[in-house]
């Protein structure tokens, strides 16, 4: 079941960083696995975005930022050196931007989540941006392996005139392997809240064997695109708009997508994909077309392992 929505939203409140599980319930994690947590605050000094607090909780380790270019954006890898989650994980990300940062987050490579015969791994990423800061959210694609339960939840809240472009993507399994659409389950949300209240809400549940996909079955990647800011003129929203379908209409038969202007200012695409390639490349030119048109920046070249 897919769910996209905006709607008018409470703001989330501020959580001070530790690495204890915050639940009312004991119950509700797991014997085995671990709770890991990062925790990430950024300012900008002058004309750079500097990291000022941090702290990482295993399986999480913690990777200095890196400066790309003369811009004030700042690089942080997201590392998981156990190379993927198991059941009964239970792993955290908090990052807060203060005003005019600009910080970008990506995965070095896919993010795996392995078989599990009954318990769920758990990831959960909270993102509060402040005033007219940059977030890019950028990570690999979810490989969910044969039988493996995956829940991730992604929250990000702007301050005024700040932004958002955030990038989340699924793979049927590992393709490779003949593992198309064989895990258990797979429950995804990912809610973006601007400072006035309005917000996105995109929130699906897969379960193939139990409720089958539909005509998703074709496809072999599911990906979501979203740029969210009240910081951004109306007419720059078209242009940037028209670009994006330009981009997801070149490769018919390979991608197949749409763009869309939710109830918050911005916009959203969603698109499947057939192959690996197929996916990389439309993100890269999706990416490439955002970056110089808000920011005349260029799309940085990560180094992928």
Same mark, same amino acid.
């Given at each position: 079941?897919?769910?996209?929505?905006?709607? @008018?939203?409470?703001?989330?409140?501020?959580?001070?960083? $530790?690495?204890?599980?915050?639940?009312? $319930?004991?119950?509700?994690?797991?014997?085995?696995? /671990?709770? #890991?947590?990062?925790?990430?605050?950024? !300012?900008?000094?002058?004309?750079?975005? !500097?990291?000022?607090?941090?702290?990482?909780?295993?399986?999480?380790?913690?990777?200095?930022?890196? *400066?790309?270019?003369?811009?004030?954006?700042?690089?942080?890898?997201?590392?998981?050196?156990?190379?993927? &989650?198991?059941?009964?994980?239970?792993?955290?990300?908090?990052?807060?931007?203060?005003?005019?940062?600009? !910080?970008?987050?990506?995965?070095?490579?896919?993010? /795996?989540?392995?078989?599990?015969?009954?318990? %769920?791994?758990?990831?959960?990423?909270?993102? $509060?941006?402040?005033? #007219?800061?940059?977030?890019?959210? +950028?990570?690999?694609? =979810?490989?969910?392996?044969?039988?493996?339960?995956?829940? *991730?939840?992604?929250?990000? %809240?702007?301050?005024? #005139?700040?932004?958002? &472009?955030?990038?989340? =993507?699924?793979?049927?399994?590992?393709?490779?392997?003949?593992?198309?659409?064989?895990?258990?389950?797979?429950?995804?949300?990912?809610?973006? +809240?601007?400072?006035?209240? /309005?917000?996105?809400?995109?929130?699906?549940?897969?379960?193939?064997?139990?409720?089958?996909?539909? *005509? +998703?079955?074709?496809?072999?990647? !599911?990906?979501?695109?979203?740029?969210? #800011?009240?910081?951004?003129?109306?007419?720059?929203? @078209?242009?940037?708009?028209? /670009?994006?379908?330009?981009?997801?209409?070149?490769?018919?038969?390979?991608?197949?997508?749409?763009?869309?202007?939710?109830?918050?200012?911005?916009?959203?695409?969603?698109?499947?994909? @057939?192959?690996?390639?197929? &996916?990389?490349? =439309?993100?890269?030119?999706?990416?490439?077309?955002?970056?110089?048109?808000?920011?005349?920046?260029?799309?940085?070249?990560?180094?992928?392992?």
């Amino acid at each position: 079941m897919f769910e996209v929505r905006s709607s @008018k939203l409470k703001k989330a409140s501020q959580h001070e960083p $530790n690495c204890e599980p915050r639940t009312s $319930n004991a119950s509700e994690f797991s014997s085995v696995g /671990r709770v #890991g947590e990062l925790v990430l605050d950024y !300012v900008r000094r002058d004309d750079r975005t !500097v990291l000022t607090h941090s702290r990482c909780c295993s399986p999480w380790h913690f990777s200095p930022p890196i *400066q790309l270019d003369d811009s004030p954006c700042t690089y942080t890898p997201l590392v998981n050196p156990s190379g993927g &989650l198991v059941g009964g994980d239970r792993l955290h990300v908090r990052a807060a931007l203060g005003s005019e940062t600009h !910080v970008l987050f990506s995965t070095p490579s896919a993010n /795996r989540v392995y078989r599990s015969l009954g318990e %769920t791994a758990l990831q959960t990423v909270e993102l $509060n941006v402040g005033s #007219g800061a940059i977030l890019e959210w +950028m990570p690999d694609v =979810t490989i969910p392996f044969f039988e493996s339960r995956f829940k *991730q939840a992604i929250h990000v %809240t702007l301050a005024p #005139g700040a932004t958002v &472009l955030l990038w989340d =993507t699924i793979a049927s399994g590992r393709v490779a392997r003949g593992e198309r659409w064989a895990f258990t389950s797979l429950e995804n949300e990912i809610r973006i +809240m601007t400072a006035s209240g /309005r917000s996105v809400l995109e929130r699906y549940v897969l379960a193939p064997a139990a409720h089958g996909i539909g *005509q +998703m079955a074709a496809w072999n990647y !599911v990906g979501s695109l979203y740029l969210i #800011g009240d910081g951004v003129e109306a007419g720059r929203w @078209k242009q940037i708009e028209a /670009r994006l379908a330009e981009i997801l209409d070149a490769r018919p038969g390979a991608v197949l997508g749409g763009v869309s202007e939710p109830s918050a200012p911005g916009l959203a695409v969603k698109l499947v994909a @057939k192959s690996a390639p197929d &996916l990389s490349d =439309t993100l890269d030119e999706l990416w490439q077309a955002v970056r110089v048109t808000l920011w005349n920046l260029p799309r940085p070249a990560l180094r992928r392992y």
